[in-house]
């Protein structure tokens, strides 16, 4: 505080001490201290002048003197600044032309892209309208397969084959057990026993011969005792037999009516549904053929070389295509699979509305023909397991075709 008001009092400031006490407080003794360090007075001004006049006679410095050596100064350095601003121009120049060019070739690009997206919303719209065509067809087919009479499967006109059950007799059975009787009874050793032992003399060892004797002897009478239950036994194969003959005449008559059924359907389909799928499906076949010289077309295009590196690559990949594959080959591959699911499609949609087979009512004779009954529906149902077959190839076509929309919509985020 003493310098700041040393330094004040020095340049003639109207304050005393005790003045200066009270008002060198807080940011006014700031400003008070740096007023006390840079003011010089006039007197401190006028030494400073002297001596950067002193200095200035006895500088090196070239320095302008006068307003035409400014003006030299002025013109070499706006020339100065001319060359640097127009390396810069130039510089921008050339960036902003990569930048038009980049600019273009953007534009040509996202015009291809608009009529690809326009010709693939024209295909989509189309594709709907033959599904619709073809759904009504369906319906329309199935209208008129319900109109058709079915043939009843049981069987009619087929008599019951009744057999009269063998009769019995007693006397048989007494007969034959007397004469078991008699043959057990007989003596050991008579003129057959005596020949028998002596071809097993013959033939077999002295320790053999009692042990084949005996065997013989058994063997013999276990043939001569009466079969009690052969007349029970024959009864029961001749139930049997009825039965299973029974059966056949049911199942042949079953058989002969479904193929009526089957030969109806079929002349039907011939006559009435047949030309017209003919007909839509030359249709479809020419609008396809339209559909793919576009898209044939849009694809061929010259466009950059990523997509004529990876998009072809990708679509042989999931034709399973393997190796080095033409483009003209891949879009064949296409065009053969969107056929052929077309042509599934159609006909499983047929053979899913064909007529179902009656079930073959209950066999008035009697016996279990769960067997027989699996066996017919086994053989009928063939047509349907290869119709769901059908389905499930049709599945995996629609799988190939999505992911193949799946992977352009990549191929297209992927270019832009």
């Known amino acids: 505080m003493d ?7 020095s340049l003639g400031a109207p304050v005393t001490l005790n003045e200066f006490t009270q008002i060198y407080k807080g940011p006014l003794a700031d400003i008070l201290d740096f007023f006390g360090e840079h003011l010089v007075g006039r007197r401190g001004a006028a030494t400073a002048r002297s001596q950067i006049l002193s200095l200035q006679s006895t500088s090196n410095l070239k320095q302008p003197r006068t307003d035409a050596d400014r003006a030299v100064a002025r013109l070499g350095s706006a020339s100065k600044a001319c060359e640097v601003y127009g390396g810069e121009l130039d510089e921008r120049l050339t960036k902003s032309e990569a930048t038009q060019a980049k600019l273009d070739s953007l534009g040509r690009e996202l015009a291809r892209k608009k009529r690809v997206l326009l010709l693939l919303g024209v295909i989509e719209a189309k594709e709907r309208v033959r599904i619709g065509r073809v759904e009504e067809l369906g319906r329309r087919i199935a209208g008129e397969q319900s109109t058709v009479r079915r043939v009843a499967l049981e069987p009619k006109g087929v008599k019951q084959l009744v057999l009269p059950a063998p009769r019995v007799s007693n006397v048989k059975d007494c007969l034959a057990t007397l004469h078991s009787l008699s043959i057990r009874k007989t003596p050991p050793e008579d003129e057959a ?22 065997q013989c002897v058994s063997f013999a009478r276990g043939k001569s005792s009466p079969r009690r239950d052969s007349l029970e036994a024959r009864m029961k194969l001749s139930e049997e037999k009825a039965r299973e003959l029974q059966t056949l005449v049911d199942l042949w008559t079953m058989l002969q009516r479904l193929c009526e059924s089957y030969v109806a359907s079929r002349k039907e389909f011939v006559q009435s549904i047949s030309p017209a799928l003919g007909q839509s499906l030359r249709e479809n076949t020419c609008s396809a053929k339209g559909y793919m010289d576009v898209l044939r077309a849009a694809i061929v295009t010259p466009g950059t070389e990523t997509t004529e590196e990876s998009f072809p690559i990708l679509i042989a990949r999931l034709c399973r295509m393997h190796g080095s594959v033409p483009v003209r080959a891949i879009l064949n591959e296409v065009e053969h699979v969107i056929k052929r699911s077309h042509r599934r499609y159609s006909l499983t949609a047929i053979g899913q509305r064909l007529p179902q087979p009656v079930a073959v009512s209950k066999n008035p004779i ?51």
């Open 3 to 9: 310098s700041t008001y040393s330094a004040l009092s």
């Open 193 to 214: 026993t005596r020949r028998l032992r002596a071809v097993v003399t013959r033939r077999f060892d002295d320790a053999d011969v009692e042990r084949i004797m005996n």
């Open 366 to 416: 009697g016996g279990d023909r769960s067997s027989a009954h699996e066996r017919s529906t086994a053989v009928l149902s063939r047509k349907a397991d290869k119709a769901v077959k059908g389905r499930l190839l049709a599945d995996e076509v629609e799988a190939v075709l999505r992911d193949s929309r799946r992977v352009v919509g990549i191929g297209e985020r992927n270019k832009d």
